[in-house]
């Protein structure tokens, strides 16, 4: 059992005041009932509360998807466009939930967020090989030869290449084309710029790129650009 102030608090509705100060304002209700006591006490599994007019579901670690638009960074600094933590909720930046790795600023589609750092790293690890799906609309038409290639596996120049640099050695779990011009990648890894420099190594260029899936989960439907929603457990990504 937890005290309501403590669950306020754990879901990033600010310091321990003003959760209390919420609560005994009366703008936190549960189960549909204003509670004005910061100290009556619930089992925050499964709880659902309101807290000025919107419903929050607990969770003990923040787990979600959001529709990355372009023009947004998942850096933490940003230093040409807005982050795409501003696209979300305070409690949720309150909670300090980080992108599970990074797409580009003009890269749109599926990235995940949470602030539960075992499951970042679990989730990043080149070791857990969680595979990643982008469609790419390129310059010019994918041939077979170029899906051949990313398949068996292409060498990836250096951004920027100095002597002693490694070339890296990377393969696409699947390479096909959805239409002439449109390559859709799978991966399961997440080198920097990867999607954009194995295209660029087959001879192709990524004029955008958005990604549709990560691990288990899709991007659904209905999620606008910009839009987010909560992800019910880790187990939805990596069964
Ligand atoms: N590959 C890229 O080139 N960019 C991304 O944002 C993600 C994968």
Redesign the pocket.
Known sequence: MMRLSQILFSQGFGTRRLCSGLIIHGEVKVDGEVVEDPDAEYEPEGLNFEVSGKTWPYYAKALIMLNKPSGYECSQKPKHHPSVMSLLPPPLRERNVQPVG???E??TGLLLLTDDGALIHKLTSPKHHVH?V?EARCKHEVTDEQLARLLAGVELREPDPKPHHQAQFVQAVAAERFDATGLRLT?DE?????????AAAVGNR?ES?H?SQFGALQLPADLPAGGWCWVASPSCVSP
């Not at 997440?190 to 194995?198: A, I």
């Open positions: 990074r797409l580009d003009d890269t990643k982008y991966l997440g080198k920097y710029h990867q999607v954009k420099r194995m990524v790129l990604r």
